[in-house]
């Protein structure tokens, strides 16, 4: 499971980011966190000629009060939205969200403005969005536009974004706190975080109106409906069978324009490659070079774009600890530190990690940092078979380095995007627990 060849652009500001999607059209792909784009890849359901990163693009990152508002830049981090104590004060709701969004390996990279941009009906963003008021900022060749969320999401992976825009920020207004603060205070007020193994709702109850939002994986389209009178969710236009062009254009979302005969964008030389698009190609030169520190070390190296970061560090350095698995970021045994953070490294191109700060397994073995805690695995026989135990000492040692003391509960909800195959979670548990205690005596 890897991805077709593609370019790749690192544009260091909006206008070039524009430029380069006015330039590739529907066959360029803009990347932000990357945690639903690179599972699509890596299936080869998405095959795009060109991928735009605008990790490196200044001024998207803030979050910040404006006016009569709490502006959050389209590159703000999940696990930037559930810490911050602007979005705690002054949009709860979000805060109370963001832990339900995946796992936190996933939430280190995932962003608000990739989870508006696709739109999924499953996610917590768009939910929270709708029942917020909040407004979506893009940017485009026309200029910049505001799209209320009610407007924004038309369907299920379907918005009002046009094929040039780049979501730049979301704007929650000071209105739809102050109800959302009203609902949580009053007698039998609702305000659910949305769970990810169910349909969910999210809802606020003002003294003036009442709305319930319901994204659903089941639903034709996220709906902004009146609570009262009750409605049965399978009738009309938002029956999960939905209209057949609808559900058409939603299969398509990935591989839009999959048979595509336009020509190659000019300027550059291209080859042909095994891409299933028509005319996906990539540059002669299909390697980009790239510097950062490896377990301490610094080194360079010229990289194909489509590399993961997982099999850069198996096949360049032979550091396997870090293991292949799922691929599309769910088992976690491909865990790595990027810059500090425990990440996915299937989910993660090399190219992205240019100028960063990447530890494996062995590099944190060879430190000493966590020999206690390895040590506790095999007193605990927390071993098992191995396949999945780099990954979880690494989650486990990211664990102890934020909560000194965690509970086993806390424990299992940080290890619970680490598959154990072995079903072996009671002692691995517990040789956390074990460490932590050990290190609280120490």
């Known amino acids: 499971m890897k991805p077709a060849p593609f370019a790749y652009h690192r544009p260091t500001s909006l206008d070039e980011a524009l430029a380069l999607l006015a330039r590739y059209g529907p066959d360029g792909r803009v990347l932000a966190g990357g945690q639903s784009l690179m599972p699509a890849l890596n299936m080869r359901l998405a095959t795009p000629a060109a991928l735009i990163d605008i990790n490196r693009v200044p001024g998207l990152d803030g979050i910040a009060v404006e006016g009569d508002a709490l502006v959050i830049g389209a590159l703000a981090r999940h696990d930037a939205l559930e810490h911050s104590a602007l979005v705690a004060r002054h949009a709860p709701l979000i805060a109370q969200a963001m832990p339900h969004v995946g796992h936190r390996a996933i939430r280190a990279r995932g962003t608000l403005g990739g989870s508006v941009a696709l739109a999924d009906p499953a996610a917590e963003l768009p939910a929270c969005l709708l029942a917020l008021d909040a407004v979506v900022h893009a940017a485009g060749p026309e200029g910049a536009r505001e799209i209320p969320a009610a407007r924004f999401f038309r369907g299920i992976y379907i918005t009002a974004l046009r094929e040039e825009e780049i979501v730049t920020a979301v704007a929650v207004p000071w209105r739809a706190q102050a109800g959302a603060r009203a609902s949580m205070s009053s007698p039998g007020a609702t305000a659910t975080a949305p769970s990810s193994a169910s349909p969910r709702t999210v809802a606020w109850t003002t003294a003036s109106s009442a709305r319930r939002v319901l994204p659903s994986a089941a639903s034709a389209r996220c709906l902004c409906v009146p609570r009262a009178p009750r409605r049965p969710w399978s009738a009309g236009p938002s029956s999960p069978t939905g209209p057949p062009k609808r559900r058409a254009h939603s299969r398509a979302i990935w591989t839009r324009r999959a048979t595509s005969t336009r020509a190659p964008p000019s300027g550059d030389t291209w080859r042909a490659c095994s891409s299933p698009v028509a005319w996906a190609r990539c540059s002669v030169d299909a390697t980009v070079a790239i510097s950062l520190t490896v377990n301490g070390a610094p080194v360079r190296r010229r990289v194909e774009p489509r590399q993961s970061l ?13 293991h292949v698995g799922c691929e599309h970021g769910v088992c976690g045994a491909c865990s790595v530190r990027v810059d500090g953070a425990v990440l996915r490294g299937c989910l993660m191109l090399a190219v992205q990690c240019d100028g960063s700060r990447v530890e494996t397994v ?21 071993l098992q078979c191995g396949f999945c135990t780099p990954g979880i000492l690494l989650t486990a040692q990211d ?3 934020r909560r000194p003391d965690p509970s086993p509960e806390e424990i299992r909800e940080a290890l619970s995007g680490n598959y154990c195959r072995c079903t072996g979670y009671h002692a691995i548990v517990a040789a956390v627990r074990r460490t932590a205690e050990a290190r609280a005596r120490a």
């Open 310 to 322: 997982v099999d850069f560090l198996r096949y360049e350095f032979e550091l396997t600890g870090s």
């Open 362 to 382: 062995e590099g944190v073995a060879a430190t000493g940092e966590a020999r206690d805690l390895q040590q506790a695995f095999a007193v605990e026989n927390a």
């Open 399 to 401: 664990v102890l380095a």
